[in-house]
């Protein structure tokens, strides 16, 4: 996990209207990441229980998350999706903005990102 930037309020425990895919990686398998209709990317320590995110990031994307993927290689790496038609790569260690963004004009979104 890390400390991204973003808008902390709102939602709680979770993200409302979840519809993105959940990922795990990096710390031993104590992250999971998860994204939503909200547009907002949010990481969970599972070490310290799922009462609060670690990060939550709305800025990057401007609609929902619909795919997060880390990265099989790279366990500093987790790559994003969204309805907005970009894909986004973040470091884990800092995920106050993504390391790359690319537009991906495939019409309704970027569903599988792997």
């Known amino acids: 996990g890390g400390n991204g930037g973003g808008n902390g309020g709102g939602n709680g425990g979770g993200n409302s209207g979840d519809s993105g895919d959940n990922g795990n990686s990096g710390g031993g398998g104590s992250v999971l990441y998860s994204g939503a209709d909200d547009a907002a990317f949010k990481g969970w320590d599972l070490r310290s229980g799922l009462e609060r ?62």
Request: a positive charge; one cysteine or more; aromatic letters at 6%.
């Open 53 to 114: 995110p670690t990060f939550v990031n709305r800025r990057a994307h401007s609609a929902g998350v619909t795919c997060i993927a880390p990265s099989p290689h790279d366990p500093h790496a987790v790559a994003t999706g969204s309805y907005d038609d970009t894909l986004r790569l973040w470091d884990v260690r800092q995920l106050s903005r993504p390391v790359e963004s690319a537009a991906v004009k495939c019409g309704g979104g970027v569903w599988p990102c792997r």
